[in-house]
């Protein structure tokens, strides 16, 4: 007899996508509206193929322009109009600008200047490297930071823990496996440097210094708007459906104060949990300068593109009140496109800041993620459904505004550990806009809640590609970042769901 071929989660999800959208859309359950029925339909498909990657997750993203049409939902036009909203281009300006960047290895310096500014203490350099990587998170992709950030981190590790030759004591988990194999991640497996994966320094500094690059970036991401896709997924919502415009000011006054406090409890607990040590040798302590003193002076290209990036981000904090009584028609996502532009034009050494090439580098993927989420949240409003879903919420006796945030704040970091941030405050954001609506609390509150819920997941590999790259270094293992991640989930909860309560409505009204 043949052995059966084992089902994978993508094999499985392949097929039970279209069956559930024929499903509900054949039965129109809970009495809907056929358009409604059409949305939940729809939207069951796209979630279940995001869920288990049956397909590349920017394939399923163009399912709302073929389901709503044929679903009676809206006409293609209007389906394909989200895939166009400025946000869009919002965050395509800042991934060009962080290209240009990256090519010129001006977040290298950064990093390292940064990180020189803390002492090489074990508790400091933890809280530099997770500041450093939290501060170029806020302004380039939270993958290309912690890629970056990784290998600096393994080098410092190294150079702190071998002690002629050998290694200081492993860090003593004598219930956890062994340290994993590297993860292939993007194509690329993560190795350190200097050592094989078998032979990594195992030690409570090199746990607590690759869970801070981990957790810095995705922390980081929440303090601007174009940090994480959430932020944006959230502004285009909001935008489009209450006609409220969330510029990038608006969003850092909310955004820096959340990120900054919960970087310091992060710091915090991962000190009092891990207890980083260091044992201390001479000329130890000048091993980020030596690195500062490799790079040499700064280039051409690196003065240029800071002063690219001086000029955007001082754009986007000026313009409510110092460029739009000016240019009245001036957005963020204008200002990001100029800046994105200017790369393209600037001369360096014979070259241009940036050339075509790079953009295979542009993640096109996340762009498209965020239309489907954009597109989606209209059929939610234009089908009626988000009120259904709405109704369901509250008549579970949960009226008040505390313990709705309390409600949305679990549910969204709890399920964004397993599935795409990006999908989760999607899916999220046009159901707490009515929740918000029917329970009479500004809706803004709500969907604030999930997208930065959506953003601090720290359990497992698979939440997030930050957490995913540290694990594929090789210092940790799977059941380390979970006993970690679930630590820091209910701080994350509790602060997210202050700063949603006592802050967010003074900044946002």
Known sequence: MLPHPRLSRASVGLLLGPVVFAGLFLTTPFGLAPEATGVLASTAWVVIWWVTEAVPIPVTSLLPIALFPVTGVMPAS?????????????????????????RWNLHHRLSLLIISLVGTSANGLVLG?????????????????AMMM???????????????????????HADLEEPNEPLDVEGELLHHPNDEPTDLPNTSFGLALMLGIAYGAS????????????????????????????????WMLVGVPLAAL???????????????????RPGRDDVIERQLAALGPMTTGER???????????????????????????TDAIIAVIGAV????IPVDGDRMLTWEYTTRVPWGVLLLLGAGFSIARGFQESGLDSVVADALTNLGITGLTGMILLVATVVILLTN???????????????????????????????TAAFAATFAFMLPVATAPNAIVFGSGYMTIPQMAKVGAALTIPAILVISAIAIWWIPIVWT
């Open 304 to 330: 240029r593109v800071l002063a690219v990036f001086a000029l955007v981000a001082g754009g986007w904090i000026l313009r409510p009140f110092v460029l739009q009584p000016v240019f009245p028609m001036l």
């Open 78 to 102: 209007t389906a394909t109009a989200p895939y166009a909203d400025p946000i869009v281009f919002l965050l395509l300006g800042g991934f060009l600008l962080a290209l240009a960047i990256e």
């Open 219 to 250: 922390i980081g991401g929440a303090a601007t708007l174009i940090g994480s896709p959430p932020n944006a997924v959230l502004a285009g919502v909001a935008e489009a459906t209450l006609g409220v415009e969330i510029g990038f000011l608006e």
């Open 150 to 172: 990784v290998p600096i981190g393994a080098a410092v590790i190294v150079e702190l823990t071998t002690i002629g030759g050998q290694r200081t004591p492993p860090l003593d």
């Open 418 to 448: 397993v599935t795409s941030n990006t999908a989760t405050a999607s899916l999220f954001m046009p159901i707490t806009l009515s929740i918000g609506l029917a329970i009479g609390v500004t809706p803004l509150t709500l969907m604030a």
């Open 129 to 145: 490297f997770m500041a450093a990587t939290a501060v170029l998170s806020m302004w380039i992709s939270n993958t290309a930071t």
């Open 262 to 280: 919960f970087l310091g409890i992060t710091w915090i607990m991962l000190i009092g949990l891990l207890q980083p040590s260091i044992e201390t």
């Open 342 to 345: 200017l790369v393209f034009l």
